[in-house]
């Protein structure tokens, strides 16, 4: 990812989560100093400064938690810690918002209950910069678990998400579609339950996602929309989008489109996918992709569907496809045909590959090894 300003590559190094591999969060929740501190007592919620006087004594969970945010100093330029120990509970149409140089760690739950529309999530952030949320576990039934809109240098550390419903995480920048939300790292993001998608960008310039495990969500796994400069570790998903036409890893929407051109710029170390709708989904003139590796069984929809996108390797390293749906090159009318798509180092079994309808160019497929699988390419 390339760091901007170098804040988030200094708050990595702070935490000990720079030199790559897997995220190592350096404390526990809460540990290390801190500006604010929300805690409960019975039903009693207080939010104390950094001097330690109360700014909010309360039984409103959400109010104690931005009056904690709200103590913070104002105009600041470094990043202060909000430290929240306990579990709370809020509505969904009501919002926890960050302003810009904030940290906010949940030791603790935020269950979300009651209904709403709109851009409403218990962690909220528009418009600011700065931002971290390290620890955040969420249940029940949010609008979005996080939504984040024309937002930068941004690091969400341990996300945990158990919902019957909403979306978990969305980060996009459709307030000011002239400004691309940039400088983005996610660590691990963990999501059941979800109506919609596990996690979604859209308008994103620079983003490093470690691993999204989404358990049973009924759309994406990850769905990428006209992002670029993004590379994720792992994609796992289990029941992703059963029964509809979404995947466990999804491209969407100029995907990894620079200016009129698709160079490689979207990286994926693994897609797993288990039943679910689609295994791997290329969709709307999207491109520029490479993933290493596929590990797709029995999905009810195409294991892997690769329409109207350019410049795209499925498994530049290995992968296998077992059972479910077949893998396709396909075109719809209104996009330039697909070229440019290489699959390859796959061992497929009890399935088919097809490109159809023969438009494109370039498309090529290279050792592979079939079992009870036809193959029907141009």
């Known amino acids: 990812m390339r760091v901007r300003h170098g804040i988030v590559a200094g708050l990595l190094v702070a935490a000990g989560l720079a030199g790559g591999g897997a995220p190592a969060h350096a404390a526990a929740c809460g540990d290390g100093t801190f500006q604010s501190q929300v805690t409960v007592s019975g039903s ?12 909010y004594t309360g039984t ?3 109010a104690a938690v931005q009056a904690g945010i709200g103590s913070l100093t104002a105009g600041r330029t470094s990043i202060q810690r909000v430290v929240v120990r306990g579990n709370g509970s809020m509505t969904a149409g009501s919002r926890i918002s960050l302003a810009s140089y904030t940290s906010l760690s949940v ?5 979300v209950t009651g209904s709403g529309s709109g851009d409403y999530a218990p962690i909220y952030a528009r418009g600011v910069s700065n931002i971290e949320v390290p620890y955040l ?3 029940g039934a949010p609008i979005y678990g996080i939504f984040m809109r024309n937002v930068t240098n941004v690091w969400l550390g341990a996300i945990d998400m158990r919902l019957s419903s909403g979306l978990g995480v969305r980060i996009d920048n459709r307030g000011d579609t002239s400004q691309w939300t940039r ?11 979800a109506s919609s998608h596990a996690m ?9 996602i470690g691993t999204v495990t989404a358990r049973s969500v009924g759309e994406s796994g990850l769905l990428l929309n006209q992002t670029i400069n993004a590379t994720v570790g792992t994609v796992d998903a289990e029941n992703a989008g059963t029964g509809t036409g979404y995947a466990a890893f999804r491209m969407a929407n100029r995907n990894g489109r620079v200016g009129d051109a698709y160079p490689q710029n979207i990286k994926v170390g693994t897609v797993k996918a288990r039943g679910g709708g689609r295994g791997v989904f290329c969709v709307s003139e999207s491109g520029g992709a490479t993933i290493d590796r596929v590990d797709i ?8 569907l690769v329409e109207n996108c350019y410049n795209v390797t499925v498994a530049g390293v290995s992968g296998t496809v077992s059972g479910g749906g ?26 088919s590959i097809r490109w159809s309808p023969c438009t494109g160019s370039n498309n090529t497929i290279s050792n592979v090894t079939r079992t009870n699988t036809a193959l029907t390419w141009c």
Request: proline share 1%; glycine share 10%; aromatic share 8%.
């Open 44 to 55: 009693t919620w207080t939010a104390r400064n950094a001097a330690g006087s109360a700014v």
């Open 60 to 62: 409103d969970f959400r």
């Open 107 to 111: 030791c603790g739950t935020i269950n």
């Open 137 to 139: 576990n969420v249940t």
């Open 183 to 193: 400088n983005v790292r996610v660590d691990t993001v963990y999501v059941s339950g």
């Open 200 to 208: 979604e960008t859209y308008g994103v310039d620079g983003i490093t």
């Open 297 to 304: 069984a029995n999905t009810g929809n195409n294991a892997i």
């Open 326 to 351: 077949e893998i396709r090159i396909a075109a719809r009318t209104e996009f330039a045909p697909s070229s440019g798509i290489r699959f390859q180092n796959l061992t497929v079994s009890n399935s």
